[in-house]
């Protein structure tokens, strides 16, 4: 248990302090000398104390060697590779696995809170820790050469969640780790379509997800939200292809075990699947024309994140929205007074309201009961002060960085979201225990008085939330 749990401990327990550094000025022989010298495979590229660059031996292999350079000709900036990806000592160790595996590297570098320059932690300190843990999962997926093996992963994947759950992890990490390692099948599983079957494919287009798991907040009975952005200058045979490649995906998606969105929102759909001018279409009706319909559905799109493919097309989309956004606030008071729709169960004196009937007789909706209200009203705000990056919590330090919240108001919201978010994910744990389908109801006999007491006040918190959002927005001068 110990072991599974280094992997969500900071950086800064982990990274090698020593890293030589240079100036992209520098001659690339005199590098080259220390390199040799001390034995390393990198030097860090800085500028005033912040790093910008890397060389690598690969870049001087790739870059020099096999191109028949004169490495006395050169200097640092010519062979240096750029941009470079970083983390900061405080994110946990399971964060560097995932961006080093998602960028196909073997090193990031570490800075401090001001952007310096602090070390650099590899994969290889990483392999040092387990065998068994998280990491072997991403790197068995990375390996996985077919669909039924992706889908014992996948199975792994719950399973590795229930054997963490209860382990004091925090939730926030949690929920980060399902959604890295599902981000990690979708990908391999791309790769193995287009190997297999799709050699042909085009590059130009983006698979996009969004709602929970464009936000990198996935528990464990997430459905499908997705979709695909393709550049306009698309042959129709290319579209044909395209069109082909998306039905076998999602099929796919489903086979391996991750379930269909109910509503249809997958991008073997025509509707969820569109150029870029056709998505601007799209979203410029939605942002119009604000019904019910069109800002559930309007919501949920704007916390698209690319997964595979052209991030270009996904930034054009968002700054097309931001662009609409500042210029008419329609939508956007549509979207907080929906949020307010979705009132708290709590009746008088605090008392938590149960389902009275049916086959969730005695338990309460929690994504209904204060989740959805906080993602969405967060939202909300972020879009209005364009800080729309990230997850919730994300979001949230950046409303505070922009003044549009207040450190106090984000601790207390922090708290409830993250208490609501353990209750669902504790919920459908104890569910896939009891061979039952995972929900998004939690029964209250099932929680201990002081779990009672945290519930409610979060729940408080999430009604006190949405008056903030009524008066920043003047929903009450609001016609329905």
């Known amino acids: ?187 391999r599983l791309i790769h193995l379509l287009r190997s297999e079957k799709y050699p042909d494919l085009t590059d130009d287009f983006a698979f996009v997800v969004m709602g929970s798991e464009g936000r990198g907040e996935q528990t464990l009975s997430t459905d499908q939200d997705n979709a695909i952005i393709y550049d306009d200058a698309l042959s129709d045979a290319e579209l044909a292809r395209l069109e082909a490649f998306s039905q076998d995906l999602i099929d796919a998606l489903i086979s391996i075990g991750v379930p269909p969105c109910p509503g249809g929102i997958m991008a073997k759909n025509p509707e969820w699947r569109r150029s870029l001018s056709g998505w601007r279409q799209a979203l410029t009706r939605w942002l119009s024309t604000p019904t019910p319909d069109n800002v559930m559905t309007g919501s949920m799109f704007m916390d698209l994140r690319p997964l595979y493919g052209r991030a270009d097309l996904v930034d054009a989309l968002r700054t097309h929205a931001f662009h609409y956004m500042a210029n008419e606030q329609g939508f956007l008071v549509r979207m907080a007074q929906n949020m307010t729709n979705f009132a708290p169960p709590l009746g008088w004196f605090g008392r938590i309201k149960v389902e009275k009937s049916g086959p969730n007789r005695g338990r309460i909706d929690v994504k209904k009961a204060g989740i959805f209200a906080i993602t969405d009203g967060i939202k909300t705000l972020a879009i209005e002060a364009g800080r729309l990056q990230g997850s919730t919590h994300d979001r949230m330090e950046a409303l505070v960085e922009a003044g549009v919240l207040k450190p106090e108001q984000v601790a207390d919201l922090r708290a409830a979201f993250d208490f609501l978010v353990l209750m669902r994910l504790q919920g459908q744990v104890e569910a896939l225990r009891s061979n039952a389908t995972p929900s998004n109801y939690i029964a209250l006999e099932h929680l201990n008085a002081m779990e009672q007491g945290e519930l409610r006040l979060a729940l408080e918190g999430v009604a006190k939330f949405q008056s903030f959002i009524q008066h920043h927005f003047k929903l009450q001068l609001l016609r329905n």
């Open 1 to 187: 248990m110990a072991d599974d749990n280094q992997f969500f401990r900071p950086i800064r327990d982990f990274y090698q302090r020593t890293v030589v550094s240079c100036s992209a000025d520098d001659a690339l022989v005199d590098i080259v000398a220390q390199m040799r010298a001390r034995s390393i495979s990198c030097v860090v590229v800085v500028a005033e104390g912040k790093p910008y660059a890397i060389v690598t031996d690969r870049d001087l292999r790739n870059k020099v060697v096999a191109t028949g350079k004169d490495p006395a000709s050169l200097c640092v900036a010519d062979v240096m590779s750029t941009p470079l990806v970083t983390i900061a000592e405080d994110d946990v160790l399971y964060e560097a696995l995932y961006r080093m595996s998602r960028h196909n590297i073997h090193r990031l570098v570490v800075v401090d809170q001001a952007g310096v320059l602090a070390g650099i932690i590899t994969v290889t300190d990483i392999l040092r820790l387990q065998a068994h843990s998280p990491h072997q999962l991403v790197l068995d997926i990375e390996k996985a050469a077919s669909i039924d093996t992706l889908r014992e992963l996948h199975q792994r994947i719950q399973k590795l969640i229930i054997h963490l759950a209860g382990t004091g992890i925090a939730i926030r990490e949690m929920v980060k780790l399902i959604a890295n390692l599902n981000d990690q099948v979708v990908i």
